[in-house]
């Protein structure tokens, strides 16, 4: 049973517009969200994260929204640039950090020029 | 180093071969992960060190995987009698203390047995 489901496999965005990515979790428990940026042959590399006293957390072009009663995140890229193309990954545990990360399966975003 | 480094970076063996795979994590970091990621899937984790204290090793598969970090720093994964199931990359993550939900990952270990 996957407790954090990302339910797009892929998106694409035109270069300038916005991209949303949502992630949906199911465990209450979780109270730090992580996405994380994914390219062929690397390994996940940090982008945002949220902690669930916060409903919105805003580091340059990207912003990430919790909506904690709804159990459901966004991440927002906004502009879109190509090098945005990647895998994001997003990600919850608990605020110990003594906890592993759970991961959703993934959306492969395509910012097009 | 500047990040965390795994080696070797592909793996191919045989069914029933053993295999170690290295992790080292970014100078300082108390917390290690290993994770396992499949085709089209997420990571998943296997097991978690902080120094050399293996405090969680709930997610490893089955008795034919073992993970060490002896001294404190660089972690090996040991995946013995390997089967075709466990083709996957292996990623390692360490994290620091002070930031201890972020974890850094490593460019993993694709594993393929044949």
């Known amino acids: 049973d996957q407790q954090v489901k990302q339910n797009s496999p892929s998106l694409s965005v035109q270069e300038g517009r916005i991209s949303i990515l949502n992630c949906d979790y199911t465990?209450?428990?979780?109270?730090?969200f992580l996405w994380y940026k994914k390219y062929p042959a690397e390994g996940p590399t940090f982008l945002i994260s949220?902690?669930?006293?916060?409903d919105k957390n805003e580091d340059g072009r990207f912003t990430v929204f919790l909506n904690k009663s709804a159990k459901h995140l966004s991440l927002h890229i906004v502009p879109s640039q190509p090098g945005d193309s990647a895998v994001y990954f997003c990600?919850?545990?608990?605020?110990?950090?003594?906890?592993?990360?759970?991961f959703g399966k993934g959306t492969r975003l395509s910012v097009i020029a | 180093g500047a990040g965390v480094s795994q080696s070797p970076r592909y793996k191919v063996a045989k069914r029933g071969q053993d295999v170690a795979l290295r992790c080292d994590p970014i100078s300082g970091h108390v917390s290690l992960f290993w994770y396992q990621q499949a085709l089209g899937q997420g990571p998943e984790f296997l097991t978690y060190f902080q120094n050399e204290a293996q405090l969680d090793k709930s997610g490893l598969p089955s008795d034919r995987f073992f993970a060490e970090r002896p001294e404190g720093s660089v972690s090996t994964l040991k995946i013995q009698r390997t089967q075709q199931e466990d083709s996957a990359v292996y990623l390692c993550?360490?994290?620091?203390?002070?930031?201890?939900?972020?974890?850094?990952f490593g460019a993993g270990t694709r594993l393929s047995v044949l």
């Open positions: 949220i902690s669930s006293i916060k």
């Open positions: 990600a919850a545990s608990d605020l110990s950090g003594n906890t592993p990360l759970v």
């Open positions: 993550a360490s994290s620091l203390v002070a930031e201890k939900n972020i974890q850094y």
């Open positions: 465990n209450s428990m979780f109270d730090y």
